[in-house]
């Protein structure tokens, strides 16, 4: 039996580094998987990547931005009519931006706002039927080390970060008479191609990103998404039974 036989699980944020090893994880676990992206083609590929690696898993495309209020309750009915039930939320969909908090214009704010943060609050309300009727429902909000490891030069997404890890716990408590647990992760660096990406950018390769030797974690390294992607599979499942309300650390002991 896998450790998801038979739920249904909704990931945002499904074409990223870290959503898409999750939704690969959780497809080995048994569960079948709602993908939702902004980006329709990597959605495909990421989706076409996981049926060519998991025989017989069960995944569902929406292409859909969840910054948009209404998208919240058209993605779940989606998810409901293709799927079934709905048994995890993991809101994992995200945005970056570099200005300084003295220079962070109305713009940038409402639109990081909207993704990072209100996304994960519209999805769960309209998710939260489903989940009180499943019995064993379950969010996994994807939250960041620097939601309380401070740093300069990204103070709206730190913002956005450490407003999850508030939703999170207050969640936890409106929803614990309804059976429901909601739990935060926090990465710290992750190996995604996001951040390849960046490095070719600047130009330097995805290797040097693998090599390099990383000062404020302890354990020296970037992480691998799939080495995030099991403490989501956890607290999704039902060995996470009495885990509720917590923010599970997966940053290999960030110290900024
Ligand atoms: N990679 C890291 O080092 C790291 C560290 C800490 C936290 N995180 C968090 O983990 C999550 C995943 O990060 P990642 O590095 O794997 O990849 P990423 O940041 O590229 O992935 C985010 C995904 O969200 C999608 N997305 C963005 N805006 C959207 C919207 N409006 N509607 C729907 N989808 C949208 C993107 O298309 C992308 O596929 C993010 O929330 C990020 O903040 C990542």
């Known amino acids: 039996m896998g450790r998801l036989e038979g ?3 909704l990931i945002t944020g499904g074409a990223g580094g870290i ?4 939704a690969q994880l959780f497809c080995e676990e048994g569960a079948a998987v709602a993908l939702v992206d902004l ?3 990597a959605l495909g590929e990421a989706a076409a990547r996981i049926r060519g690696q998991v025989a017989g898993a069960q995944v569902l495309e929406i292409a859909a931005d969840v910054g948009n209020e209404p ?3 058209d993605i779940v009915a989606r998810v409901l009519a293709g799927l079934g039930a709905l048994d995890v939320l993991v809101n994992l969909a995200g945005i970056r931006s570099y200005e300084p908090l003295a220079e962070a214009k109305a713009q940038t704010w409402q639109k990081i706002l909207a993704v ?3 996304s994960y609050a519209y999805l769960a309300r309209e998710a939260l039927p489903a989940l009180r009727q499943s019995g064993r429902g379950a969010i996994v909000n994807v939250s960041s080390t620097h939601a309380v490891n401070p740093r300069v030069g990204m103070g709206q997404y730190d913002v956005t970060k450490a407003g999850i890890l508030s939703m999170t716990r207050t969640l936890a408590f409106e929803e614990a008479p309804n059976r429901v647990r909601v739990n935060a992760v926090c990465p710290g660096l992750t190996l995604t191609p996001f951040h390849v990406r960046r490095a070719m950018q600047a130009g330097r390769t995805e290797n040097d990103l693998r090599t390099e030797q990383v000062d404020h974690n302890l354990q020296r390294r970037w992480a691998d998404a799939r080495e995030v992607a099991f403490p989501i599979l956890w607290l999704a499942s039902d ?4 885990v509720t309300a917590s923010t599970v650390m997966v940053d290999g002991g960030t110290r900024v």
């Open 39 to 41: 980006e329709g083609p």
């Open 19 to 22: 959503g898409a090893a999750t």
């Open 71 to 73: 998208a919240a309750a």
């Open 7 to 9: 739920k249904v699980a």
């Open 239 to 242: 060995e996470a039974s009495f």
């Open 116 to 118: 990072n943060l209100l």
